[in-house]
Structure formats: structure tokens, C-alpha cells
């Protein structure tokens, strides 16, 4: 069994940056091929919205059109513990939000597709004032 945690949020100012950082584990050692992972975020009361996602073995990477430019993925497949990371600059007052990782067992997945991960983390706020 596969375990997301995500670390990172808190409460920054406008033009700030953050780094969300996301810890996969498993009890057993690996037993899951990892295909892609990603971030999502939600507000209260809307959906949860893509944000972006690596694919595991490439590092092909896909943002939503709202971050492109300000926002980072990137992975760390060779330690012992998988990791993602997420860079956020310049941070705006529309990026509050919880965030959460996830992670697709399979290779069939469409990257902007909450549908698409198996595992999800239980996300880490992020508050961006004004």
C-alpha cells in the first residue's frame, strides 16, 4: 500500500514563493510501477483543479495554463523514498488553496485527470494573502 504526504503550504504574501513537497511510501518496499505523479489543489466549495504532473520515468512535465511560468515540478526517483516536489513563485492571492499530490499505478492515465491517480495525499494548505 502506497502513502502520499504532502509538506510545505503555510501562509506567504503575494510574490512570494513555496515549496510543496510530496513523500511517497510503502510498507513493503516497492510494489507499484509509478507512471506519473501530480498536483491538484481545491477550494471550498469548487472542484479540485489540475495544477501539474511529471511522468515518473521521463520527467515529461504538464502545468495548467495558470502557472505556467511560475510554478515547478520535479521528481526524485533514486532515493529510497520517491519524492515530488512543487516550486510556486510568485505566488498570487487566487493560489490559496489545499493541495494535494497523487500518484498513477497505471500507464494509461491522462495527466490533467483526477480520474487518472489511485493515490492521493491529504493535502497541505496554502494561503496566499494580498
Known amino acids: 500500500q502506497v502513502q502520499l504526504a504532502e509538506s510545505g503550504g503555510g501562509l506567504v504574501q503575494a510574490g512570494d514563493s513555496l515549496k510543496l513537497s510530496c513523500a511517497a511510501s510503502e510498507r513493503r518496499g516497492r510494489s507499484f510501477s509509478y507512471y506519473a505523479m501530480g498536483w491538484f489543489r481545491q477550494v471550498p466549495g469548487r472542484e479540485r483543479e489540475f495544477v501539474a504532473a511529471?511522468?515518473?520515468?521521463?520527467?515529461?512535465?504538464?502545468?495548467a495554463d495558470f502557472v505556467k511560468g511560475r510554478f515547478t515540478i520535479s521528481r526524485d526517483r533514486d532515493s529510497g523514498n520517491p519524492t515530488m516536489d512543487l516550486q510556486m513563485n510568485n505566488l498570487k492571492p487566487e493560489d490559496t488553496a489545499r493541495y494535494y499530490c497523487?500518484?498513477?499505478?497505471?500507464?494509461?492515465?491522462?495527466?490533467?485527470?483526477?480520474?487518472?491517480?489511485?493515490?492521493w495525499g491529504q493535502g497541505t494548505q496554502v494561503t496566499v494573502s494580498s
Open positions: 511529471i511522468s515518473w520515468s521521463r520527467g515529461s512535465t504538464n502545468y
Open positions: 497523487a500518484l498513477s499505478v497505471s500507464r494509461y492515465y491522462r495527466a490533467d485527470d483526477s480520474h487518472s491517480y489511485d493515490v
